[in-house]
């Protein structure tokens, strides 16, 4: 009974919520306790949990219990459902923007880095500075003995790297205003505006002396020395000298000659004549490179104001005649250095037939003073150092002052060990005598007394220590 009676109550509201109440009149006990109906109190506890809006009616005791719920008695729930919906895209939304907002910020990072990383490759000139490198190494290894100290060349490989990358961005920087007028230079990173000149001067003073102290502290004194020198001269002497006289061009090439000498100096930590053989290659093979470099791009530097030597000379006469002078001169250093012991007699061949195509390059220019023969020597003098090089290493001989100077220095450090070993020696020596004589010296006052107190006793023995 109590069953039919819940399902009868239940029906209008579960199958018809909006149909009206089919009791309408009010309870005539609505003070009547809540537990006296075990199906009435059980329907209230489910009203809560209904997903229908007619169960959601708040209890009123002037009404049925279960009466339908009007269209005005109903909660805002459109508007709190469109405010859930509101919070939740929200905290959607927050939750995909920050992935984004990390990845934007990692992209950031990465553009930072690729833009300043190619504008310090470009100011250090990273392929000129790699050809400097190259001819360090080069003397480096002509300095060295019958073994070549791997660790050493790396080091000195890279401090030459830094102090050169430092001498390239200085002279960009005193540069400025001439790369800008230069079709050659203009889009460069300091005239292009792409990194500021004071940004420029700090990467530039850190890397050279970062360079100049992994060469003092890895290498020696010396090789420190002739870098710091290095970029003196090419940074504060042959840039502003550009603007000044033709005579740049042969102080730039004293500054092509240092390197392969400070390799020489790091490898040997002594200059001496046989070192001279790459500097002397390099110094001369730097005229009719940059002689025809400067016939190309004439007007290109007359724009930009540098007063180079082919800009008193209209004709290129006197540039070409130059050239070729200077690649006369490195026709002997092939048979000096096979007479003074740095290389096999091959390399005296295979130098002189080098140094003659580069004559006939530079004849050519001299005969017929055009842009097609002035690139041909340019191109042959781009030939030319590779080849010499790789014949110095490929035929040269161990430098056997290198091997004196480590014989004799182990010579020393083993009698000056020996000296140490024999002082250590005579001191632990003469502290055991002295310790002996101590010990027999020293004896205990009851050695004493029980002689003359009392003579009944006999005298005590002594072990010695030493024994």
């Excluded at 279960?66 to 929200?90: C, H, I, K, Q």
């Excluded at 009719?288 to 540098?306: K, S």
């Excluded at 100077?405 to 002082?423: F, K, M, P, S």
């Amino acid at each position: 009974m109590l069953r039919v009676t819940a399902a009868r109550r239940l029906s209008p509201f579960l199958l018809y919520p909006r149909l009206p109440n089919p009791n309408p009149n009010p309870n005539p006990n609505p003070n009547r306790n809540l537990f006296s109906s075990s199906p009435s109190f059980l329907l209230l506890l489910l009203r809560p949990l209904s997903p229908f809006p007619t169960l959601a009616t708040p209890y009123s005791a002037k009404t049925q219990l279960f009466s339908p719920l009007r269209v005005s008695d109903a909660p805002p729930a459109a508007g709190f459902a469109a405010t859930s919906t509101a919070g939740a895209a929200a905290v959607l939304g927050s939750l995909k923007s920050a992935p984004s907002s990390i990845s934007q910020k990692v992209k950031d990072a990465s553009d930072a880095l690729r833009h300043y990383g190619r504008c310090y490759w470009e100011l250090s000139k990273a392929r000129l500075s790699m050809l400097v490198v190259a001819t360090s190494g080069a003397g480096y290894v002509l300095g060295s003995g019958n073994i070549v100290d791997v660790a050493g060349l790396c080091c000195t490989c890279a401090g030459t790297m830094m102090v050169a990358a430092s001498a390239n961005t200085l002279n960009q920087v005193f540069e400025v205003e001439n790369d800008l007028k230069m079709k050659r230079t203009r889009l460069r990173p300091l005239p292009s505006g792409r990194i500021s000149v004071p940004h420029a001067a700090l990467w530039a003073s850190s890397i050279g002396i970062a360079g100049t102290t992994l060469l003092a502290w890895k290498a020696n004194t010396l090789a420190a020395g002739l870098a710091a020198c290095n970029l003196v001269l090419y940074a504060f002497v042959y840039t502003p000298l550009k603007q000044i006289h033709p005579v740049n061009t042969w102080v730039g090439a004293i500054v092509g000659a240092i390197p392969p000498l400070l390799g020489w100096a790091a490898a040997s930590t002594e200059v001496s004549a046989n070192a001279m053989i790459l500097p002397a290659a390099l110094y001369y093979w730097q005229i009719p490179h940059f002689m025809a470099l400067a016939y190309l791009c004439r007007n290109d530097y007359v724009a930009g104001g540098f007063r180079m030597f082919s800009f008193a000379d209209a004709s290129g006469k006197r540039t070409a005649l130059v050239s070729f002078r200077n690649c006369l001169y490195l026709l002997p250093l092939g048979f000096l250095a096979y007479d003074w012991g740095l290389t096999s007699e091959w390399f005296a061949l295979e130098s002189s037939l080098l140094t003659l195509c580069i004559s006939i390059a530079a004849l050519l220019f001299v005969r017929e003073r055009t842009a097609k023969n002035a690139r041909r020597m340019f191109h042959a003098s781009l030939l030319y150092l590779p080849v010499f090089m790789s014949g110095l290493l490929l035929h040269r001989l161990p430098n056997l002052q290198h091997e004196d100077t480590i014989t004799e220095q182990a010579r020393i450090d083993e009698v000056l060990n020996e000296g140490e070993l024999l002082h250590e020696d005579e001191h632990a020596r003469s502290s055991n005598s002295r310790n002996r004589i101590s010990r027999a010296q020293s004896r205990p006052p009851v050695a004493y007394a029980s002689v003359a107190p009392f003579p009944f006793l006999p005298a005590p023995l002594y072990i010695p220590h030493d024994l």
